[in-house]
């Protein structure tokens, strides 16, 4: 007997994949406006934050597109075929908690043991960030160094190595497409201010208060980004 392999699938597919089978019966029709997020995590019983993975996977292969302010709407025309991201199966919003749980361990260690060197490093980098008021390519280098320099304050290269491999998953379509959608324009602000917190926590050697305010920092971007 052969059997074939149990595959589990992230509960954003399994959404996409039911939203692909209504719009394939006819239940929403080219063109037209799928009902809002909220109402779609009513009906299916899931979280907002998974409903917006899902309508974001649909729009980077076709199968919608999402008018920021005015709703999502089904392609017309439809795609032809079956088309996959390409991206790994990861979760978005598990990407963002993963982050949360891994730098708010960074940050207090980076409290502890970054040396003089580091700590004036890190407050000429939240300087250089204040200067960048757009989420564009700049603002997104200097903050991965402002990340990666955190990691590397810890003393420990395989933490700082482990950080560069959380940020690049950031690279997905998917996520570059929901950062397009809902960083809006006082996105790059608030995260400033945020890095100010966290920076001057960590240059005051105050490991716990830098663990709460990185916590907090990447809270607030799960919190813009999935409008929790």
Known sequence: MSLSQVKVERLYRQISNQLIDAIR???FTPGGALPAERE???QLGV???SIREAL???EVTGWVEIRTGNGVFVANPLPQDIITSGDDEFSLHDLLKARQAFEGMTAELAARHGNPQQRAALLALTESLLQLQH???QFLQQDKAFHLLISAMSGNDLLRDMMEYLWNKRHSARFIRLEQHYADADFAREMNQDHQRIAQAIVDGDA???RA???QHLQHVCDRLFAL
Do not use: T, V
């Open 25 to 27: 019966r006819g239940d």
């Open 40 to 42: 779609l995590a009513k």
């Open 47 to 49: 979280s907002r934050s």
């Open 56 to 58: 974001i996977a649909l």
């Open 135 to 137: 989420n564009d390519a």
């Open 208 to 210: 716990l208060q830098a």
């Open 213 to 215: 305010s990185m916590e």
